[in-house]
């Protein structure tokens, strides 16, 4: 059974300070990694992706992989309350490069003004 | 809007009842996949397909679960004989391989369901 581990939260953390997100995975051959955030009520929205060890810089966010560990996380500097949401971790495993993902149950991150 | 649409955004309906519900995918993505969400879970996949092939279909899509993409283009998704444990957000999402294939997926607004 492939499994996405995340630890479900809440997590708080004071406005301007770094949020960090975890996630670890079972299958060691995983390929992709995702990071979505949702919005209490709506959907999913797709905000990072990394396939290479080391980390991967968008704006305020960082996704760091380390396959060897099997673990991945997501940084958010200078968090901000409109940051507060679930943030999803998934995972594309490898015996389905191109089919569905594999996702954690999420955390909840709570970003206090 | 360029993005994944799905019809309705809700849907109450009695046990027993039969639904469907409709994903319009982004216009240049082939593959569309079907997922599940509940309350405090993450989204577990139910179907996916490559244009029109149905490929691949979960376990947890049990036989009063039918899903078709007869075009290519939209999907539908039907519930026979709802019953109350189908109540949950149902989530459409698309992609395409130009992506450098890492399987990147955009999600529509999902539709929910609520079965009495």
């Known amino acids: 059974q492939k499994e996405v581990e995340q630890n479900s939260g809440p997590l708080s953390v004071p406005e301007g300070a770094i949020a960090s997100l975890n996630c670890t995975y079972s299958?060691?051959?995983?390929?992709?990694f995702f990071w979505y955030r949702q919005y209490s009520g709506k959907s999913p929205e797709l905000i990072m992706f990394i396939y290479s060890n080391g980390d991967k810089e968008d704006g305020r966010f960082t996704a760091q992989l380390n396959k060897a560990s099997q673990y991945v996380s997501l940084l958010i500097r200078d968090s901000q309350p409109s940051d507060s949401a679930t943030y999803l971790c998934?995972?594309?495993?490898?015996?389905?490069?191109?089919?569905?993902?594999?996702f954690g149950k999420g955390t909840k991150l709570s970003v206090k003004p | 809007d360029t993005g994944v649409s799905q019809n309705p955004r809700h849907k109450i309906t009695k046990r027993g009842q039969n639904v469907t519900f409709r994903c319009d995918p982004i216009s240049e993505h082939n593959r569309l996949y079907w997922y599940r969400q509940t309350l405090g879970q993450g989204p577990e996949f139910l179907t996916y397909?490559?244009?029109?092939?149905?490929?691949?279909k979960s376990r947890l899509l049990s036989d009063r679960f039918s899903a078709e993409r007869p075009k290519g283009s939209f999907s539908t998704l039907e519930i026979q004989r709802t019953e109350q444990g189908d109540s949950a957000m149902y989530l459409c999402?698309?992609?395409?391989?130009?992506?450098?294939?890492?399987?990147?997926?955009?999600f529509g607004p999902g539709t929910r369901l609520t079965v009495l």
């Open positions: 299958d060691r051959g995983s390929q992709s």
């Open positions: 397909f490559q244009n029109e092939a149905q490929l691949e």
């Open positions: 998934a995972v594309n495993p490898t015996w389905g490069s191109q089919g569905n993902l594999i």
């Open positions: 999402a698309s992609t395409t391989r130009g992506l450098a294939g890492h399987n990147e997926q955009f």
